[in-house]
């Protein structure tokens, strides 16, 4: 049942991009300007950069046995009991940065727009959108994401051109002032939240996308186009609300949102700019609960992932109540532990698996070699 | 209250997939299915009744603190 959904190379690029742009949108742009202050943008820039040469390696991977998902390759290269075991902490980490990006959804509600709403309720209710698409299936997931995406853009070109007209060329000045090291650190932290994660894309690609040929391209250009959505949104945010104002936010994207005013009477928009992050962000969650509900199937060898998705989703609630008490301890994670973390799955696992495939290759190659000399004797 | 109605989300979540399941004769996804609404339930009363349950975030934190610190040494 699974292995018959296929996604379009065209729809794959689209996930990607609203994959990668995710949350960033709204949380990067302050840990930036604290980092590399007023060259927040070329830390980004940097970022992108190094994020495209990850997406390199990415592909690299899934082009090992471009029939198989991560969690079948690596059962396949790290052997059956290894393999599953991995697969579970993969799982795991999937999940759990789930439920943590829907702590995320209800934190930025319950903070900015409905204060008096108890955050659980808005937890249980975007979980039931997710659950629901997950077990639609990929397919439609990106059906909806091909419909989505215009007005996605639609949101941001409309949101640039309303906030240029504030934009302080000052509030950029000095460029490059930032030493090397602030640079780095800033964009070690932009890729650890933008391409690193994009791991978890690997059990869509390329075995569940129907030209994988194509969509390599489309990996790339999903990439970049996020990269660029989120070099505008970190140098608007610089440019409008200054460095101090969009450290000290939690949100400066939204808050740059408040600024819009056109004529003194488009006023307060916010919410219908917010609509952008909801986008990204539900495509964002849907594609972490439907790596760890896939993963989980194919670990467990059965056909049908779709029975997982109601108890997973109780799980995922559950957990997104209990992974951060509070906002302080999501910066103080998010800022050290995520790093490593997400460190493991998206950098240290696709060497690990691309090495066991090269050594285990030339180990057969060996075996094949001496076996035809001992024919030839 | 609140334990009734995540007790009645739970029992409506096992009304709408055991039949299914059980039809096709499917024992070890019933038995996967279970265990993890039980753990999902678990969690959700445990926390409505404000019992501290440990935190997975914060095990992840202690187990990478060691390459986490490192890392930090070397970009400060």
Known sequence: MVRNEKISARQFGILVALYSIGTTILIVPAVLAEEAKQDAWIAALLGVGIGIVLVGLFIAVGSLIPSMSLVELMEELLGKWLGKAVSLTFIFFALVTASELLYFVGNFITTQIMPETPMQSINIIFACVVVMGVRLGIETLARSAELLFPLFVFLFLVFVIFVSPQVKVENIQPVLEADFKNLLRAAIYFISVFSLPTVVLLMVYPASVNRPNEAKKNFFSGVIIAGVTLIIMIALSILVLGVTTTQLQIYPSYSLAKKINVGNFLQRIEIVMAGMWFISIFFKLSLYFYASVTGLAQTLNVKDYRFLTLPLGVVMVALSMLVHPNTLHSFEYNRETWLSYVSTYGLFLPLLLLGVYAFRRKGRQDMATSSNETKSE | ?76
């Open chain 2, 1 to 76: 209250m609140a334990v009734i109605g995540i007790l009645a989300i739970a029992g409506i979540i096992a009304m709408a997939e055991v039949p299914r399941l059980r039809r096709k004769g499917h024992k070890k996804e019933l038995w996967v299915f279970m265990l993890l609404l039980l753990l999902g339930t678990g969690i959700s009363i445990a926390e409505s009744l404000s019992v501290k349950v440990p935190n997975p975030i914060d095990g992840i934190a202690y187990l990478y603190k060691p390459i986490n610190d490192f890392i930090q040494g070397i970009l400060k």
